[in-house]
């Protein structure tokens, strides 16, 4: 009794120590079923700490709760969850099962010593190696299928495409995929591409409004799982600008008023001007905020104006004006 008790005060001190180490601990609630985090799912007292991986991944560096079966989540934070630390099970003596997902691919020493558990994973994962390696019992299991589908982009331009990206994991392979999209607040559905292996399905839209876009994903048992996204069509980036007269004596003035529509803001705005006849340009201002610029042109002739307007998105539009200057 007492060498357990004494293990157990190191085990919490060493526990104390590494948490010491880490200046701020992040916290996250554990779920005894599936690989989702859930609140609602959750009680205060059923816990991991973890901490961010210059990989981008998440560290499991702490189990807090008393779990007999525990499932380790997929992602955490919107990370996911590459690694288990050195001692994150630590005697964990009312364990008998820990899930864990195949993105983990590095478990640290000690993890799970002082505890008697199995392993559960999918087959040819990590997770495998480890408990093989550890002499630790590994079950293997069949996650249920989930939805990995992405948009290439969450807003286009009105007469770009946009690309639907269909991914599936878990549940039994091969999978196939279908895609569909309407309006948003509307109800019916316009097939894009009915179930089939291809995995890469281009649509272009047809209105500058909001669509929903739904990808089904049914594995080979016949398992569906649907996910849908939004997709946000833009009306084109436009160049409104205009000159205030396209006439004007010599001597007299011309104002180039830059206008855009559509993009982001603020615009900006270059301006160059040329006589008809000639192939240089001469800059007036170049990514200017200001959107009115007065020309006095030294000659009788024709002029052509150039605007280019950029909008912070990096949308482009050019505009081409001319006026001409009469004798007096």
Not at 26 to 43: D, H, K, M, R
Not at 127 to 144: G, H, L
Request: positive net charge.
């Amino acid at each position: 009794m007492k060498g357990r008790l004494l293990k157990k005060l190191c085990a919490v001190s060493l526990s104390a120590l590494m948490l010491a180490g880490t200046g701020a601990v992040n916290i996250v609630p554990a779920v005894s079923q599936g690989l989702s985090v859930s609140a609602a799912e959750t009680t205060a007292n059923k816990i991991f700490s973890y901490e961010a991986n210059e990989d981008g991944g998440i560290t499991i560096t702490k189990y807090r709760g008393s779990d007999a079966q525990v499932v380790v989540p997929d992602t955490i934070d919107g990370k996911k969850v590459t690694s288990i630390g050195g001692h994150a099970f630590y005697n964990c003596e009312s364990l008998t099962s820990v899930t864990i997902p195949d993105s983990v691919t590095s478990i640290g020493d000690e993890a799970f010593d002082g505890c008697t558990m199995t392993i559960n994973g999918k087959e040819g994962s990590y997770a495998e190696t480890y408990a093989k390696e550890n002499y630790i019992p590994f079950n293997a299991v069949k996650f249920s299928v989930s939805n990995k589908s992405t948009l290439s982009a969450n807003s286009i331009v009105l007469g770009k495409s946009v690309t639907i990206n269909c991914a599936a994991k878990g549940g039994t392979a091969p999978y196939t995929y279908a895609v569909y999209y309407r309006k948003a607040g509307t109800t019916k559905w316009t097939t894009a591409q009915g179930y089939k292996t291809n995995a890469t399905v281009k649509i272009t839209l047809k209105a500058a409004v909001n669509y929903e876009i739904r990808v089904a994903v049914k594995d080979a048992t016949g398992k569906i799982v649907r996910k849908d996204m939004i997709l946000a069509v833009k009306k084109p980036f436009t160049n409104t600008s205009k000159l205030n007269l396209e006439t004007i004596k010599l001597g007299e003035k011309v104002k180039v008023r830059c206008f855009a529509e559509n993009g982001e803001t603020p615009y900006t705005f270059s301006v160059q001007y040329k006589k008809s006849t000639s192939e240089k340009w001469t800059n007036v201002a170049i990514n200017s905020t200001n959107n009115i610029f007065v020309l006095k042109p030294a000659s009788a002739t024709t002029y052509d104006i150039r605007v280019t307007a950029k909008s912070p998105d990096g949308q482009v539009s050019k505009k081409n004006l001319s006026f001409t200057v009469t004798k007096q």
